[in-house]
């Protein structure tokens, strides 16, 4: 039996030498054969990039790079995954398969929410249309950067109505028709999910820690 052909999406700065074959390590390691992909921050993702994929891995790196690489592609991407094709993202691939992408940013009303460090090159906190594969915002690097406080913030000002942030070395799982309240996590980390309170005139929030749940029985 054929291993199954996972093509990987990468949007690397002019100077990385080491993504393509730390990527492809990846998915060979899973058991897949990985079809490179490599575009330079600027460019933009032609079809061939997911035609004939039996799942598509995306990577890391500059947040809004990757959301403007998949202009093209994006209505494609997503019959694929609709018709059954398996996305992950990494970081960067992680944010934008949300419906409101947060892309990055540190400061809200003129208020540092989260690190500069984490702002992805924006100032202001950014959401724009991604991919719309998930039904909840996703931020990155949860514990690692700080970025909850920049997704509660982003809940609080009505820039996205629910999310999740992940932290490194985590996986949240989605498919299509679970609840968007209950996505399943894997992994050595959390992921913490920031929902508006229910109740009348609430105006508060939820933010719930997430972990993998350890195997059960003896």
């Not at 949860?142 to 406080?149: D, I, L, N």
């Not at 997704?151 to 799982?173: C, H, K, Q, S, Y």
């Not at 989605?174 to 209950?182: K, N």
Request: glycine fraction near 12%; hydrophobic fraction near 45%; aromatic fraction near 6%.
């Amino acid at each position: 039996m054929d291993a199954p052909r996972v093509h990987v999406l990468l949007v690397l700065e002019p100077d990385d030498e080491e993504s393509v074959d730390r990527y492809r390590g990846l998915v060979e390691s899973a058991g897949a054969e990985p079809v490179v992909h490599a575009i330079v921050e600027g460019e933009i993702f032609d079809l061939v990039a997911i035609d004939s994929a039996d799942g598509v891995f995306v990577g890391g790196g500059l947040t809004p790079a990757y959301h403007a690489a998949f202009t093209t592609i994006a209505p494609r991407v997503r019959e694929r995954v609709a018709s059954g094709m398996p996305y992950l993202g990494f970081s960067a691939g992680s944010a934008i398969a949300a419906a409101a992408a947060i892309l990055g940013g540190y400061l809200l009303d003129g208020v540092a929410v989260c690190d500069e460090d984490a702002g992805e090159e924006l100032d202001d906190v950014t959401v724009a249309p991604g991919l719309a594969l998930v039904p909840f915002a996703v931020d990155v690097h949860a514990a690692q950067w700080g970025t909850v406080s920049r997704l509660i913030a982003a809940v609080d000002a009505g820039l996205v109505t629910t999310g999740v942030a992940i932290d490194e070395d985590t996986v949240v799982r989605w498919r299509a028709g679970e609840p968007a309240t209950v996505p399943s996590v894997f992994g050595k980390g959390a992921a913490w999910q920031v929902t508006v309170a229910d109740g009348a005139g609430s105006t508060g929030m939820v933010v719930n820690r997430r972990q993998e749940m350890p195997p059960t029985g003896g």
